[in-house]
């Protein structure tokens, strides 16, 4: 399956769908779950009070270097406090992002009718890998590339996400993820 039909669809970007391959080693994915899209996550974080959840896992073929990308969201009252990990670099996008070579998040901040609870929410979408990941290897350049693909993809599911929630504004997101350094 090509990485623009994954997830339901409407969450992976064209350019979203070039940085899986980069994150992958693959253009071919196995097909999401039928109930693996943003649709039923948006569904599942506005109707329950569950703090995280799943949205997609994607799959390449059994032969690729990586085996499981993981897109989860988590739901909180507050804004993102500056308490993140050295290992990511901050990134210009919602109200706040960070990417490294094997993971990355996107928080931005929800007004919607749809969600319960203190309004704004304050979602965060996260792409890291699944199972038992190990470090990624490579020069400056290859480590570079792949902290800008898990960005994209971050920013890719967010802006589904927004969308999806009917967030005033999308959340704050901008039509394509800003990958310079805050």
């Not at 779950?33 to 059994?62: H, W």
Request: aromatic share 4%; with cysteine.
């Amino acid at each position: 399956m090509a990485a623009e039909r994954l997830c339901g669809g409407n969450a992976v970007s064209a350019e979203a769908g070039e940085a899986l391959q980069v994150i992958m080693g693959s253009t071919r994915f196995d097909p999401s779950s039928e109930k693996s899209t943003v649709a039923a996550a948006a569904r599942e974080l506005s109707s329950r009070d569950d703090f995280r959840g799943d949205i997609c896992r994607i799959y390449p073929p059994a032969d690729a270097p990586l085996k499981e990308l993981r897109i989860r969201w988590y739901r909180d009252d507050s804004a993102p406090d500056d308490d993140t990990a050295a290992k990511f670099t901050l990134l210009p996008m919602g109200e706040k992002a960070g990417t490294a070579p094997d993971v990355a998040f996107v928080t931005f901040a929800c007004r919607a009718e749809e969600l319960t609870g203190t309004t704004p929410q304050h979602i965060t979408i996260m792409v890291e890998p699944g199972g038992m990941p190990t470090e990624p290897e490579g020069d400056t350049e290859q480590l570079e590339a792949l902290k800008d693909a898990h960005a994209t993809v971050a920013h890719s599911f967010s802006l589904a996400m927004a969308k999806e929630l009917g967030c005033e504004d999308n959340g704050g997101l901008k039509a394509k993820p800003s990958l310079t350094p805050a």
